[in-house]
Each structure stands twice: as C-alpha cells, then as structure tokens.
C-alpha cells in the first residue's frame, strides 16, 4: 500500500512526474463539508516555482476536481483530483536510463522494479508527486479548520543561513496564517535575504542547498492522538518522509533535548484561566503519542538537491562501466521554501486521520 | 489500529505496565522457520535493568510462546507470546491518579480516555511495553537473519558523553553481533565510562538524562522499500516512535546534511567488484524510500526520563489545584543502554513487514 | 493481516487447536466502558459441546483478560484473553501427519505451508479457533449492546429438519435475548426434536450433518455502514467465512429474491409513528451496503462436519498412494448449534467495526 | 476506507455516477508486466448495455489511463483510469431528492450523509461504479493470467430461466475464454432464449428481473490463500458485495450442501497422474480457506433492478407525507448479463491480492 495512508481519511496519490497526469485520492471525508476550491488552487501556487530560486519547469498545477465534491459541499464520495502533467521534456532523461543521478531514486528504483521504472523525471519518486500531496494536503488542512486545527510551517534553515524559531508556547493561529499567506515563508526578513543569497551563491556553483523547515499546528484538543503505533510523531513521520529529500525529523525539544537533563527538558504544568498548559515547549506538544493541547512542534531535515550541474561519477548499470555524469535538466537548486507548504500538506494529511 | 503495525508481518502488542501480562502477536510468519527461543532470551536480556545505572523494579521478562511454533518451527499461525507482570507495585501510582507527572503520557492519556486510563505504571503507554516489542523484534530479527539482514545499535551518547559512531560504509554483520552480545551496547570504552559517570551524576542530582542511540542494518538489497508512504524512512520512523522517549530520528547524514552543499552530500556511485557502492553513506543507505544496498544508518533522539526525584509543578486533574510533585517510583535514570534493544527490535520490525 | 479484522474494532486471533492456548486482542474498544465478564463466560458456554450432539471433547474455555481492563472497566488499551488449550489428544492425529482427511484444510494447509502446518486438531483452521472469535465477539456484542444493537441467531434448519423464520419486520431485542439464553438456540420446539434426530441419525451412520443459521441484528440506526467494499453485506461476510464450515451467506431474500421481480422484491417505504419503515423486508436491512434502520437479516450456509467415521479416500502425500481413511477423533456429527453463538460473534465484530 | 480494498494489490474505487468522472487506481502491480489496452476495453465492453435487455443510457466508457503503464508495460506506479461521465441526465433524479426509491441506497446515503449524498444516478452507490471496478478487474484479470490463473462467469439464471451448471471439476480456461468473448455470457443457447423472454416479459410489465451468476475460477494453486479472516471466501464476497445488487454468495455445493451428508458432501482425495484431486468439488475449491487446486466455484444472487416503472410508495423525507413515486430513468429491466463481467472483475481484484 505504499502510494496510500490513513485509516479514517485515507490519501491515495498516483501518477509519474512525466506521466500523463498525476492525482491523489482523499477517501473518508464526511459529506455536507465545504470545499473552497479557490482556497485548494492558492495553496499549490505556494509550491510553486519561484523566479530566481526555483526550477524553469513551469507546473501550472491546474486541478481538476472529478469526484465527491458537489456544488462546492462534500457528498461523501472519495475526492479525487487530477493534475495534468504539461511542461515535460522526458528527452532530457534519456541519457540517464542506465547512469544513475547521484542520490536519486534512479538506482533504488531500477533494482526494484527491475529496469522497469519510469526514469522520466524520477518517475513517481518525483519530487513531482508532492503537487498530489499538497492537493490531499490542501483539502485535509480544510477539514481540520471547521475543528479549530491551523498548521503552519516556515524555512527554519538554508544552508548556514537560519531564521528565528517558533515560539513553541504562543504560536497562533493567526501568525500561522500569516506565514501562508506571505511569498517566502520565513519568520525574519534578514533571514530570508541570507537564505536567498545561500541559493544563489550555490546555484553560481552548479551547487544546491539543503535546510531545516519548521512546523506548527495548534488547535489540537489534549487527548487527540494513540498510544504506540498510530502516536502523534509515527504519524507525521510516516507523512512527511513521503516527501523526497526529508531525512530527518524532531519533535519539541528533539535531539537537543537528548543532551539535557530531565529537570531541564521536563515540562511543569500549570494553570492558565481554565487550561492547563507547559511553560515551555519541549515535549513538543506530544506526551506518549498523544496531544497535550500545547502547540506540536516539529522540524524536518531537507537534503541539498542532488540534480545538481557539477560533474560527479555514476556507473551505467547496463555496461558496468564507471562514467562520469552532469545533471542538465531543469532543476532547483534549493527546494526547501517549496517545501514548506508540502510539509504543512503532509502533517495535515496525518492529523486529518487522527481526528476524523 | 494503534497496537498493530505492518502488512505483511503484523505485530501486534497489548497490555500495561501492570496488567495481569502484557504481550505480542507476529502474524504472517512463513511457516518452517526455525525459531531459537533462546536467543529471544538472550535479547530480551540484553533490554533488562542493569546495575547502578536502571531501575530497581526487577522484570523475569519470562517469556510463553503460545502459539505458532511447533517444535522450534513455525508453522504459519500467529506466533503469540506473554510475558507476565510479576514484580509490580500499583500503590506507588496512587498519589499520581489526578497528578499527572510532568512530561509523562498521564495528562495526554487522561484527556484521551476521559480519566478511565490504566495510570498504574503508565499504563500501556509504558516503557514497560518495549519488552512486548523487543520479543515481536527478536522474532522479526531471526527471520531477517534468514535473507543475510543484521541488525545492529549502540548508544551514540548520554548526555554529554559520546562515543564513536559507526562506519557508515563498512560497518559489518560480525561488528554488530558483536555490540549485541556486549554487555554494554558502546563502541569505545572510554566513552562507556564517561557516560556511566553522566549517569551517576544525574542520579546523585535526583535527575535523569537522555541521548542518542544509532543503529545500523546490512544486508538489505537494493530495491528493497517503497516509494511514498510505505519507504524505509517511513516504516522505521512509524515503528520506533512506538517507543516512548523518542523524539527524533535521522537517516544518513540527516541533520547536519540539511547545512551541506550537494556536491557534498551527493553519495557518487562506483563499482567494488561486481557491486555498485558509494564512498561514503550520506544517504543512509536509502534513496527515495527505497535501500540502495549500502548500510541503512539512522540515529535517534531519546528524551531524558521524566520521573525524576526532584519536586516539579503539577495540576490536580480534579480540583483544578497546583501542587509540587516528586516522582518517587522505581525508575531509571537513564534508559538510554536498555532503550537500544528495543530500537533494534522496532527496526526489525520494520524491515521485515518490508521484505516478507 | 490474516488473523487480524476491522479498522476501528481490530480483533486478532491467535493459537492453534492444541498449542499451549488461543486468545484474541481486542483493540480500539474506547475507555470506560463496563465489561461483564460472567456474561462473556456465559456467551462461552453456549459454543461448548452439549451432550448428545457434540463432540467427547470437553473445552472448560476458561478465559483469562490479561489485559485492558481494570476494575470491570476499559482503561482504552487492547483488551486481550488467553484461553488455554487443556484435553488435546494430539496422537488422534499422528496418522493424518501425511494424509489428509476430505473436505479438510490439512491439504491445502498442507501445501501453504510446506509442510509445516500444524496439523494437530486441524492447527489454526481448526474450529477450536472460534473459541477466540466468540470472546472477541461477546467483548463486541457488550459494546453494541451500549448503542442499542442486539444480536442473535437460530439453526434455521439441520439436514432437512427447518426451523421457523424470525419476522424479518418485527424480530425484537427481547427476542433474540431469550433465544440466546435458551439452551438449543431454535425458534419453534418441535422443529429442535427434528432436529436432534437428525444429528442421531446420522451419527449412528457414522455420518454427519449441515444446515442453515439465520441471524437478525435490530437496533442499527439507517446509514450506518459504507458503499463499495465496506458495505454491511462485505463486512459481515468477511468476518462469518472465518468460521469454518460456512459455505454460503445470503442478505434479506437473497437467492429466494433473484428468482422475483423488482415490484415484488421491492421494500416500499411508509410512516410507522415518526420513523420510516418497510412493510416487508426482502432486503434484509441493507441498502447500498448501508443500514435501513429495519432489521438485518442473514443467512449462513453450514456444511456437513468432514470428519465422519465412514471410510473415506485419500492419497498420502508423502508417498503418493491412495489410502482408505476412517477419522476417529471426537468430533461432532453437527456442529450447527455450536456455530449460532460463532456467528453472532463474527456479525459483532463485523458490526463494532463499522459503529465505533 | 470504503472505497479501498485490498493489501498487496491494492484497488481504489472514485466517483459518482455524474461527477465529472469516475475511476480507480490499481496500486502494487509489480513492474515489467504488459498490459494490453485493448483487451481492458475489450473487456468493458462486456459490461456496456446491450439492445434490447439494457438501460437506454449509452456509456462510452472510454478509458483514459493516466499513470503506472509506460509504452504497454507496467513500471511500478500506481495504476490510474479515469473514465469519463458523459450521458448523464441529472435532471431525471430532481424528484428524488428528497423522495428515496424503494429498495435503492438512497434511503440509506441520506441518512448516511445528512442528505448531502450526491442523489444523481445513485451518487457513489451507483451501478455506475462497477466501471471502475471492471477497469481495475481487467487488470488484475491480465495480471493473474501471467500465473495461469483464468477466470470467467456466465448467467445461471434470470428469473426463472436457468442455464447449465459449470462442470466444477473440469471447467476449463479454454471454456472461460470462450464464455468471456460470447455475445451473451450463456452455456445453454436455449436458455438465452427463455432468460431474454423473461427479461422483455419483464420490461413489458414496466417490471424487473433478477438471476444468478456462477463464476469459476482455474490454475489457483493448492495453498493459496488464508486462514481465519483473509480466505478466499472471505476476500471474494467482501469484493462482489461492493457491486450493487448482490445480496447472497455461496461456494461450491453451498446452501445445497447444508442439506446433505458429510458422507456425501465430502470430497476424497485421489491421484490424477502426479496431481492430486476430486471427483467431485463441493468444497468448491477452497478447504479452509485456502486452495485446494481444483476450481474454485461460486454463486451470486443478484436481485431485481429495483428501479422500476410500476407506482410504488415512498415516503417524502423532508415533509415527512408518503408519496407514490414512478422511476422513470433509463433503467436496465436486468442487470445479471451486464454484471457478469463485474463479478469476474470483482474476484479477479480479491485473488490478485492473494496471489501477489
């Protein structure tokens, strides 16, 4: 079942990056619920590509919604949505049929389907793919809004160049909203004029950058979540890590809060009116799997992009020889700020399923 | 489904802290596997109290396999073990009934089962049952051993102190049953002391600490995994966070990868004989959800013991009032050496869902 | 995920028929909710073996809840129950190791598993499973009860002896709850004596006998349920062929209705009082896969017990000759009474899932 | 996950009868198989109304395969259809809305649905729908014939017009071929005729038919398949109850069989040159749930087309007044030959999963 997730809301993504379209599924959303398809479209042009930091592959990204939503209301059938796959140039992969791209899915996925899979464009390990997450994404954030559910997430690092993090006590709804509404999404100005510089020094380089994104969603009741398996934290990792180039994810106080001590990472509670809160934050709004009504709180590893122009060595899975190879295609040089909202769409897609 | 985990190899573990047993199902087992109930024991030890640095409740950890081994082979039916509750004392847990702990799963819990969770011990949100899951890995670890998969970890640090980490190219199957059959799971001595010494001063302080545990597995094939929803990444996040304490992880170079060029994070593919390797192992062993046939290496974030001795703040769940709170109950000071079993047991797990 | 069932409810079954026990995992079932466990017990006794017209086998069914409940209440973690396997006589099968007795899963088991099945009382295809199945299913049954669904079920007919049918219109809770609690589960006494004489007939010929159970479940509220494959019909279906010996289901008027026409098989609507309802109920409470609010109603063919005394063919599959076979264990001649409380518990299982 | 079925093979069923589309996504095709298109259409075809026993309602049904097939041969992704909605009258359904047809899922989706069901056509509990599951059946057909795997359905009866039987221990591939490209999907010619008198007979009292379809199955292997709740009785009914219609299954001698002997039921074993079978096969191919290697064999009821041209009474939902309501949509007056082919899609999709 590996293009699908969920037990409640189930998200099922299909398509190849230069295939004829590619889509996703959203099963298990209850019927009378309205769908603001406007709202749905400005979310993927956050994905988008942006002038100066981003791909020359255009992805006009037009959704066509063909099932469960009627005049505007869920009606109980699955959602789906197809994406029309337009500005391909599958020419420029076939010199990489049997040269695999230095960590890429090229290699995996040759010895796993067997020289079958679709090298176009990484074929259905496509960075491509998240366009059908952000659709699912886009809808589940919809959902978990008639319940007082916000997500949001900004660039937290590009390269050396970091922004300020989250209050993980006082994020709110508002400034969540804030951020996915602004072009860039990141917290602090100067920040972003770094990170933007850190892209294009790499870009002059034939290089590519990783970062750090951060994520918040508050609104979650205390309580929401499971013990074991189906917990807060196996949820989103099992989402986010769908999305290429993620390889790291951390929770509150994470891998910091590894190297404290318990009276340092522990989180007292206390009385706030009626609530119960934490002073600070460092279980990440995540006590045993479940929520604990503080915001959730986590960040996630971006790699650099490995399409990157420098020459690097490969060997042709054909012949065995060792060659060297150079990645012409249209590329990113740093897919981090397009990311985010990927990110958001992945979280929401795990806590739809946990509160439906 | 939150108590059951995989497709193909289904795991499922009930129980709490100090229910009557706690215990395991393994679904999906081939038949005629010949299974070493001894060497289930011998891992199940290596997760029990150590001197000086754990706890002083005593867990036999006696294992009765059920069902779905017929003299020492399985036969195709679930493969069900329990373990009993022996050495508990639920009256430590009363004073705690409506006082949650501090980062402990109480509060998140209550929220959730409106006050009728099982509070004795933490219920079955316990650390009591990773021994539930270390018999359902020492299975999975024996069946994997079956393909030429080995399973390895150690602790990477404690607290301040750090050991060495593994050859993320060369690391071997003879090393990691060898760090399996020590008595302490470090690779350098020397660090083996400091970290005892980190622990013994937490100790002394009342107070806990966490750290890192890396572990490392061969022997996967190429093309093993997924894309999406069900790779690698996702499997063994979406199992190790079933483990209480884990509030991070990270594949290949992961963290300090985001903060790397790609020429420099890029893993460059050449022959060694008649195999395609990389130089180095940034990638963890994974590509695009999918082994790459070099080690799969990742590492977790393991959050200090909240049951600390020192008084912390509190919330009375009934009356609404603050209280100060010390936590008196048998508990490790740090678990870090017993958590690294468990995080072997949840990546077999894992992995063998994928290649059955 | 062959032992394991549902999404919601997900109950798992484990065990053989003479492993050291059997057991079933409940997960899902919300906190709080009060378990009587003397009317599982009672549920229990209704599945043993009755003189006359079952097997010499004696199952006490002592069943042990090692999990998921405290104090007679759900604490919210998987409630699990061991039962123990105590009056095996595992040589009565010594001779059957090679040679498969008709219309049993020792063949087919034989070849899944290469062998290595557990042939011992049929292993886990063993009827002794239900066992486990009717645990989780009176723990089901309890928790449908809390939202006014009743279920219960009859032998419509044993070989050629037929019972009365329920009112498809009017069966009531108070019905099908004194049927439960009468010792053979049969509406009208005259057929039950017919019945009986069936079951001596044809074990005086060394012989066995089938028949036919009806069910009724009253009380689930309109549009409850799912189109497509998680309809009423899938559901139930699904759960009631892991019984073995059910060879047929039939929903409403079933085969009895494709023989009809659409103006006499049609359930017109009228007003009864505030709620809407049919006058007859020729489709069995389900349409489009979701409750009508009127009762379902279904039918479960049982077949004849394989296991007769007569002399029968078979081919020994070590050597490949034809061997006469005579099966001696302590079998049954009828096992349909004993089945009506298994398929109440399969329709429970099936029915949990879909309203929790 | 209503919508989903399936583990290994996983189908993904979206739409409703006039959304803009409707389709599905086969996902968990291995790479590297060729799938021929024309034969799916082929098969589709086999489903489209036909002169004079079907609907006026003219679907094209053309198929537009959008991901997972590269130049004919599968390359691992996630197979997706989409199959345009075109002759769609949904100014037919405006008196409906409120006023549900008897023995139609409206009833049952409004409450389901809080009347926000998409009432059109039948919504997503249409007939409509098993286009889809015929396109993802059409795969899983080409897909089992790689492992000679054949399967193919006729009309046993329409009404009171019944056909042969299948020889269930002879029943060929070459037979099921030949059933498969035949007009109608009949053994006996005369039959035909008494089942199309039945049909216009029917049509001329503004009335409808049911039937039964009996399917074969040949080349499963003896093993395939599962105990408990994943057999082949379990899977197959759990999928052909998601075609609207069907409310009874029965394999091999089934209900018939609950009234005989076990002495005359049961199946012995015997030597057929190195193979081992049956003279006979009651058991229908399948010993506890797995197979046997003989056919498997069963039987659908399909119950007559409810939607109907004769007055019927219903009862308006919103103003609460029974109201006499006439169906006058384009309505098959019988569905059984058009559902023929659905079934074999329907248990091609339930052994794929079992055999992949």
């Known amino acids: ?62 959704i066509r919604i063909v099932s469960g939503i009627v005049d505007g209301i869920t009606c109980g059938a699955p959602i789906c949505a197809i994406i029309g796959n337009v500005d391909t140039k599958s020419s420029d992969y076939d010199d990489f049929k049997n040269l695999p791209r230095p960590s890429h899915s090229d290699f995996s996925a040759y010895f796993k389907h067997n020289g079958n899979n679709d090298i176009r ?132 106080s994470g891998f910091d809060g590894s190297r404290k001590h318990g009276s340092e990472n522990n989180d007292d509670f206390r009385k706030c009116g009626e609530k119960i809160v934490t002073s600070k934050n460092d279980h990440g709004g995540i006590l045993g799997g479940m929520a604990s009504g503080m915001p959730v709180i986590f960040r996630c590893a971006v790699k650099p992009v490995p399409s990157i122009g420098k020459a690097q060595r490969s060997v042709d899975l054909e012949s065995g020889e060792e060659k060297e190879i150079t990645v012409c295609g249209r590329h990113d040089s740093c897919i981090v700020m397009r990311a985010v909202p990927c990110i958001e769409a992945a979280a929401a897609i795990a806590i739809a399923d946990l509160v439906f």
């Open 1 to 62: 079942m590996s293009c699908s997730t969920g037990k409640n809301i189930v998200v099922t993504v299909f398509g190849q990056s230069h295939s004829q379209a590619i889509g996703a599924v959203v099963d298990g959303v209850p019927a009378g619920i309205g769908i603001d398809e406007s709202r749905i479209a400005d979310f993927m042009k956050r994905r988008s590509a942006k002038d100066g930091i981003s791909t020359a592959r255009r992805e006009a990204d037009e």
């Open 121 to 252: 464009g990484g074929g259905n390990s496509s960075g491509r793919m998240t366009a059908a997450i952000c659709f699912a994404g886009a809808v589940c954030i919809q959902l978990l809004e008639k319940k007082g559910i916000y997500i949001g997430a900004h660039a937290l690092s590009v390269y050396d160049a970091e922004d300020e993090r989250f209050d993980p006590v006082n994020v709110s709804a508002e400034e969540l909203k804030k951020i996915g509404s602004s072009e860039y999404p990141v917290l602090n100005p100067d920040s972003l004029e770094k990170m933007k510089k850190a892209i294009e020094d790499a870009k002059a380089e034939k290089d590519s950058v990783g970062g750090v994104i951060e994520c918040a969603i508050v609104g979650i009741e205390a309580g929401t979540g499971e013990p074991m398996f189906d917990g807060i934290e196996n949820k989103i990792s099992s989402s986010v890590f769908a999305i290429p180039a993620i390889k790291g994810i951390e929770f509150g």
